[in-house]
């Protein structure tokens, strides 16, 4: 990722890795944090979404410092990962933890989707080609 400019970081709210956007939803989102609607039509609460995994929540959540959401699955802290090898018991325990980690992350990066570029165009009914000139039934 790119560095942030001052004004685009004081543009989001840190936590725990997450970059939170204020926002508004006037269609229907749920918080992941609680049962509450994240939306209304007329007066929704203040919500907050992440930049970069875009999990959703209700600003109160963040302002009260209540502990209910999971770190930011996409930001990778090294001071995360560190914090986190603490908990281990032992050195032995801590390679485990790595040795296990090293299995499920995958070596090579998942190649990109290359979709068909040979799209076809689609006739609808009204149209037709020059060597088919069927007439159509409507209605």
């Known amino acids: 990722m790119e560095p942030l400019s001052a004004a685009e970081r004081s543009s989001f709210i840190p ?60 930001n990778y802290d090294m001071s995360t990962a560190k914090e986190l090898l603490l908990l281990a018991n032992s050195t032995e325990e801590q390679q485990k933890w790595v040795s296990r980690l090293l299995k499920r992350v995958p070596r090579k990066p998942i190649a990109p989707v290359v979709l068909n570029q040979e799209v076809r165009p689609t006739r609808g009914p009204r149209q037709t080609s020059k060597g088919d000139r069927r007439i159509l039934n409507c209605c």
Request: glycine share 2%; charged share 30%; hydrophobic share 30%.
């Open 15 to 74: 936590h725990k890795g997450h970059e939170f956007v204020l926002t508004l939803y006037h269609f229907p989102s749920s918080c992941e944090a609680c049962p509450r609607p994240l939306w209304h039509v007329f007066k929704p609460p203040p919500a907050l979404e992440c930049r970069r995994c875009r999990i959703k929540c209700h600003k109160d959540h963040i302002d009260r410092k209540e502990e209910v959401l999971a770190p930011c699955r996409v």
